[in-house]
């Protein structure tokens, strides 16, 4: 196998919760919930396993992310991150 078949690499995705309202983020198949504050910002940060392809569910009060999640982090107005799940 390549090095790129046996090491999987990082990818980061920001979602925003435009609502006035919380939503959660449902982290499988892990099981885990973080609450997003009304107009956070999140960075989702999780391993592309090789033959298997991440998802994002997006549903009125709920973002579901399934795939192998390493860190979750809160990004600030000013650009700053704080680490909200993970490590």
């Known amino acids: 196998m390549s090095h790129s078949e046996t090491h999987s690499r990082s990818i980061r ?3 925003c919760n ?3 309202m919380g939503r959660e983020l449902w982290i499988e198949p892990i099981g885990d919930v973080i609450l997003i504050e009304a ?3 999140v960075e989702i940060v999780f391993a592309e396993q090789a033959g298997e ?3 994002i ?3 009125d009060s709920v973002f579901t ?3 192998w999640v390493q860190q979750v982090l809160v990004v600030g ?3 700053g991150k704080k680490l ?4």
């Open 13 to 15: 995705i920001r979602l």
């Open 18 to 20: 435009s609502l006035n």
């Open 39 to 41: 107009l956070q910002t």
């Open 53 to 55: 392809v991440s998802e």
């Open 57 to 59: 569910q997006i549903s």
């Open 65 to 67: 992310v399934h795939g």
């Open 77 to 79: 107005a000013d650009g």
């Open 84 to 87: 909200v799940w993970g490590d």
